[in-house]
């Protein structure tokens, strides 16, 4: 596989294996031999978030195999972690990236994204609550966290900074005050939720973009019992079949094939190696085409609460929840 076609090269120059690990939903017990295994055969990019309660395990995967006299060297290896919405307020940021760099056992990140643009009550409760179960929110403006995330960047702390689930015009808000541009933005992306005027948009201003949730994320918590099945999806069973792939890897390779970048999450060792091979064939133009009609507008990951005993989306009364705009 010839290194330039698994790479999206950043703004900064850096190369983004455009195949990452993710780790949401990885529990701890598992999470560090998915990573030691990923990167026995041979990923070299590993997204994290603070929010994901697993980075102190990933941490302790590093140390046993990524050094500079480990199986992998530090500067081959892509490292992603994400700003939690408790930690907005523009004093906040430092010691919170201290900490995941403290529990990841590196000395920098590759990446750091704001993992949404809406912030949560300050504190080191993940999730503040009110006692009826609705979210308690603050309202620092995103901008002045971006300000904050910007001067770890001329620190040495992280070499890239970015965005995840802002829509395009919250991009266009934050690239009217950055000194720093932001260099990646991720979100939910899948053939049911194609993305294509959010890529677009993000392409034409320099942004690169990782898919999470590639495959649909089979394994949340908030299922709808009606809600389509992805890797059920009968046309791409049927091209499975064509190239002697499965339909993850068909998934994948849709995404890479238009310089997406994938993190999809395994801790089955098959699975994480299967995810690694889809550098080795390529689907028509016909075939990109079709899976891109796939699309619906269908969002998997829509974070909910319980409130009065009823679901209900957790973030959707901020004013500056993400998902109200068509895009």
């Known amino acids: 596989m010839s290194s330039e076609s698994c790479y999206a090269l950043l703004p900064t120059g850096q190369k983004m294996p455009l195949v990452g690990l993710g780790t949401w939903k990885s529990d701890v017990g598992q999470?560090?031999?998915?990573?030691?295994?990923?990167?026995?055969?041979?990923?070299?990019?590993?997204?994290?978030?603070?929010?994901?309660?697993?980075?102190?395990?990933?941490g302790e995967a590093f140390l046993e195999t990524v050094g500079a006299d480990k199986a992998v060297k530090r500067e081959e290896l892509f490292v992603t972690s994400k700003l939690w919405n408790t930690k907005h307020h523009p004093e906040d940021v430092e010691p919170a990236l201290k900490k995941s760099l403290e529990d990841l056992k590196v000395d920098y990140l590759d990446l750091y994204l704001m993992h949404w643009p809406h912030a949560f009550e300050r504190g080191d409760n993940l999730f503040p609550k009110n006692p009826d179960g609705t979210m308690r929110y603050d309202y620092t403006d995103y901008k002045e966290t971006w300000k904050a995330m910007e001067k770890l960047v001329a620190k040495g702390l992280v070499k890239a900074i970015g965005l995840s689930n802002f829509n395009s015009r919250q991009i266009d808000d934050v690239l009217s005050v950055a000194s720093v541009k932001p260099a990646v933005l991720q979100v939910e992306c899948h053939p049911y939720l194609a993305q294509n005027e959010l890529i677009a948009h993000c392409h034409q201003r320099g942004l690169e973009v990782t898919a999470y949730s590639p495959l649909g994320s089979p394994d949340r918590m908030w299922k709808h019992p009606d809600e389509p099945v992805l890797l059920e999806e009968p046309g791409i069973k049927k091209l499975a079949e064509r190239y002697s792939?499965?339909?993850?890897?068909?998934?994948?390779?849709?995404?890479?094939?238009?310089?997406?970048?994938?993190?999809?999450?395994?801790?089955?060792?098959?699975?994480?190696?299967?995810?690694?091979?889809?550098?080795?064939?390529?689907?028509?133009?016909?075939?990109?085409?079709?899976?891109?009609?796939?699309?619906?507008?269908?969002?998997?990951?829509?974070?909910?609460?319980?409130?009065d005993g009823k679901l209900v989306a957790r973030d959707a009364g901020h004013p500056l929840y993400p998902f109200n705009e068509p895009f």
């Not at 993850?248 to 995404?255: E, N, T």
């Not at 094939?257 to 994938?262: A, F, G, L, P, Y």
């Not at 075939?287 to 609460?305: A, D």
């Open 31 to 58: 999470v560090k031999e998915a990573v030691k295994y990923a990167l026995s055969v041979g990923y070299r990019h590993i997204d994290c978030a603070t929010a994901y309660s697993n980075e102190a395990e990933i």
């Open 245 to 307: 792939k499965s339909p993850a890897q068909i998934l994948l390779r849709w995404q890479v094939q238009r310089k997406v970048i994938v993190i999809p999450k395994s801790v089955t060792p098959a699975r994480i190696l299967q995810n690694l091979q889809v550098f080795d064939f390529s689907l028509t133009a016909e075939e990109m085409s079709y899976i891109g009609s796939l699309n619906k507008n269908w969002r998997y990951i829509v974070p909910m609460v319980t409130v």
